[in-house]
């Protein structure tokens, strides 16, 4: 009988009654169910950094394949790791009605028996959802809070920071991610400490912004990354107060290191983000002289060499061993990077007097 176009609607059981969990999963994640990669963590994750294997498939009560990940309690359904694959979000209507018409695609079932459409679908569906795909997805954070203990002390202690204001200790984070159902993100351990650094409001999404320190963590760390956010934020700008002289920096823990030499002084929200305009307006108001203290590799001497051009600021480097402001107190101490920032400070008060415009009296 010939098919004159007219298809039932593509859903997620119109999917299931002819294509299984098992060959979904197969197909997009690459790693085949088998009686190994069930119930033992015998897959790597695509996902971050996973030198030990630390993921499987499982089914549960109700019979549904899904992927685990042992280590950031990750859990996914077949549906899910389509997504995932895709870079979009399956919560949406939109990104679900994205992945059903890709798993059809690609088994060639629905419409998708005639390769025409296969290739209209390929010019429009991947036009109308790339925007879609770039899309950041809204994450939001719930955080309980625990008291500084004799090894927080000790870490800080190291850069000279016996002020914790603007430092939270973290015990438990709790994560959403667009609207979702909080899910576990982390615990504390003496082995897997967290910092937390608090943005404010962000007054156009409502959400609290967070910016989480792991120091402990290394480089394709198992456990995760060093640094999680949910926005976009100078680090501690709450907290300086109108002086002769301000420290912009890369890390919200050297600022802290300026502020134990009596400094004022914030962080960028990340090495690689510049200030807007309406934030470096506001701290050259505050500070007559403001230094930008970053590091010296390229991302940081791409970011000074904007900075210099684009607002005239002084910038700084550390050289040798100590990479930042933490470091240099660590191995030195607090009044040598006092020092430093004096000794800058000076020099600009020499060109100040040496390039003053002279007053000519004509009488």
Same mark, same amino acid.
């Given at each position: ?45 695509? @996902? ?6 630390? /993921?499987?498939? &499982? *089914?549960?009560?109700?019979? %549904?394949? =899904? ?118 993100? @982390? ?6 400490? /967290?910092?937390? &650094? *608090?943005?404010?409001?962000? %007054?156009? =999404? ?158």
């Amino acid at each position: 009988m010939k098919n004159f176009g007219i298809y039932p609607k593509l859903t997620k059981d119109y999917i299931l009654k002819r294509i299984s969990q098992e060959e979904i999963m197969d197909t997009f994640y690459g790693v085949p169910v088998t009686r190994e990669t069930l119930c033992s963590n015998s897959i790597n994750s695509k @996902y971050r950094v996973d030198n030990n294997p630390s /993921c499987n498939y &499982y *089914y549960n009560i109700n019979g %549904k394949l =899904r992927f685990k990940d042992q280590t950031t309690r990750d859990n996914y359904d077949c549906f899910d790791i389509v997504a995932k694959e895709l870079g979009i979000s399956s919560n949406s209507k939109q990104g679900f009605i994205r992945v059903l018409n890709e798993i059809a695609k690609s088994f060639r079932i629905h419409k998708y028996v005639d390769y025409n459409e296969v290739l209209k679908y390929e010019r429009s569906f991947n036009k109308q959802y790339k925007k879609l795909k770039k899309t950041k997805r809204l994450v939001q954070y719930k955080v309980i809070l625990r008291n500084p203990n004799y090894h927080d002390k000790a870490y800080w202690k190291k850069g000279g920071v016996t002020n914790f204001k603007g430092i939270f200790f973290i015990q438990h984070i709790m994560v959403s991610y667009d609207n979702q159902p909080y899910k576990w993100f @982390y615990e504390y351990s003496p082995k897997d400490v /967290c910092y937390g &650094y *608090y943005g404010g409001k962000d %007054k156009k =999404r409502h959400i609290n912004l967070w910016k989480f320190y792991f120091p402990i963590r290394i480089k394709g760390d198992t456990r995760g990354q060093r640094f999680y956010t949910n926005g976009s934020f100078l680090q501690g700008l709450q907290y300086i107060q109108p002086a002769r002289i301000g420290v912009l920096t890369k890390a919200f823990k050297d600022a802290k290191v300026f502020n134990a030499v009596g400094l004022q002084s914030l962080a960028l929200s990340a090495e690689g983000i510049p200030p807007t305009e309406d934030e470096m307006f506001y701290l050259m108001n505050t500070f007559d002289f403001l230094i930008v203290v970053l590091d010296l590799d390229d991302t940081g001497r791409r970011m000074a060499r904007y900075l210099r051009r684009k607002y005239r600021v002084t910038t700084y480097f550390f050289l040798d061993e100590d990479k930042d402001a933490y470091a240099f107190v660590d191995s030195k101490d607090k009044q040598a990077l006092k020092n430093i920032v004096q000794s800058l400070y000076d020099t600009y008060k020499e060109d100040i007097i040496k390039y003053e415009p002279k007053i000519i009296n004509f009488q």
